[in-house]
């Protein structure tokens, strides 16, 4: 059995990978820059490492987690969050001393980067609505006065918070302002129903794949209820491109399917992503983060998964009624308690309520305030 850390303790999606690991006899660490991250105290966790943030202090970060690789004698590394980033700089050191399950920095930034990897993604054949990279006022004022309807949107983003969905007013023009160092997206608008994809690649072969609608969500973006759906053209989309990259790692991708079938990718997150949470009860999914099988594995039977808390916070707000509220709370099985861990709900809180005094103090949102500290926005 391996001995295997994980880093961004702070995510539901990694106490999901610690728990999985466990049951299939690998030994887990983490290393976290938060405080109080949900995986802190985990009966999954053999031990918790507290490192500096990766955004802040990118060499203290690559420090602390190369003296814990060497202490801890770890064979596989596995980041998780955005801190994805900052080990892939640091790739070649931490590789010294375990398997890490990234690409390096060169080959993430075009997934990572909106434009980038729209134009990545053309240039494979692939479908992706039409994009334009903007990196100064002239470019915004070019692409609005094209024909169509555009969604603007930072290259470097997530969860959706800084996104501006049609129409424009001009107070929210007024947030945009691309330079080179912050540049944005204007993507043209496709109507549709939302698809999220997470997988699992080793040299270009999928060995691990779930699809899942987005049926529930906080605010414009990041999903919340999580039921699997066999979509063949998503895993044949997935299974394309890493095989065209010939890519190593997870990787997980937004889509929409319009009115006629046609799958649009909007944007790749090349981590972790709840789509995890789907794939952790198949008894084989944890051999593939190390390596592939002789088939691709896909989430097994079993009822809707969610993050609990935040369907009761978020859920009514969506507009989808009250009964179907209920009837989705009833069906779906929160991903943060489980068996052997009674605390699950306390260290959840307290995580969050760590993040709700970071908001506070720095004046962000609370999802804002989740990544504020391992985020890579460029060099």
């Known amino acids: 059995m391996a001995r295997v850390a994980l880093t961004g303790g702070r995510a539901p999606a990694t106490l999901e990978l610690a728990r999985l690991l466990a049951r299939a006899g690998h030994t887990v660490f983490v290393a ?96 992706v609505p039409e994009t334009h990279q903007l990196a100064n006022a002239a470019d915004l004022r070019a692409a609005l006065t094209r024909p169509g309807v555009w969604v603007l949107k930072p290259a470097y983003s997530r969860f959706a918070v800084r996104t501006l969905l049609p129409p424009h007013s001009a107070r929210a023009l007024a947030q945009v302002q691309p ?25 270009g072969r999928l060995a691990a794949h779930a699809a899942y609608p987005v049926t529930w969500s906080a605010g414009q973006g990041a999903a919340i209820y999580f039921e699997a759906e066999a979509h063949v053209g998503a895993q044949n989309w997935v299974a394309a491109l890493v095989a065209r990259l010939a890519f190593t790692g997870q990787i997980a991708f937004d ?76 069906t779906g099985k929160d991903v943060i308690s489980a068996p052997g861990d009674r605390a699950a709900g306390l260290r959840q809180w307290r995580a969050l309520a760590e993040f709700g005094l970071r908001a506070a103090r720095l004046g962000i949102s609370g999802l804002e305030a989740s990544t504020a500290d391992i985020e890579w926005n460029g060099e």
């Open 255 to 330: 889509f929409i399917e319009d009115a006629a079938g046609q799958l649009w990718a909007l944007e790749c997150n090349p981590r972790t992503t709840s789509g995890v949470h789907l794939l952790a009860a198949h008894p084989g999914f944890a051999q593939t983060l190390r390596t592939a099988g002789p088939e691709v594995v896909t989430p097994p039977p079993g009822p809707p998964r969610m993050l609990a808390a935040a369907m009761w916070l978020y859920g009514l707000r969506s507009g989808r009624g009250l009964r179907a509220w209920v009837r989705a709370l009833r």
């Open 179 to 203: 330079t080179p160092a912050a540049p944005w997206v204007a993507q043209r608008l496709v109507r549709g129903r939302a698809l999220c994809t997470y997988s699992v690649a080793h040299a």
């Open 32 to 127: 976290e820059s938060a405080r109080w991250p949900l995986t802190r105290g985990a009966p999954a966790v053999a031990g918790s490492a507290r490192v500096p943030p990766p955004r802040q202090d990118p060499a203290g970060f690559a420090a602390a987690l190369e003296h814990l690789l060497i202490r801890e004698r770890i064979d596989l590394l596995v980041p998780t969050c955005e801190e994805l980033f900052h080990v892939a700089r640091a790739r070649d050191r931490l590789a010294a001393h375990c398997r890490v399950l990234c690409e390096p920095l060169e080959r993430l930034h075009p997934l990572h980067h909106k434009g980038r990897f729209a134009a990545l993604a053309a240039s494979l054949g692939l479908a």
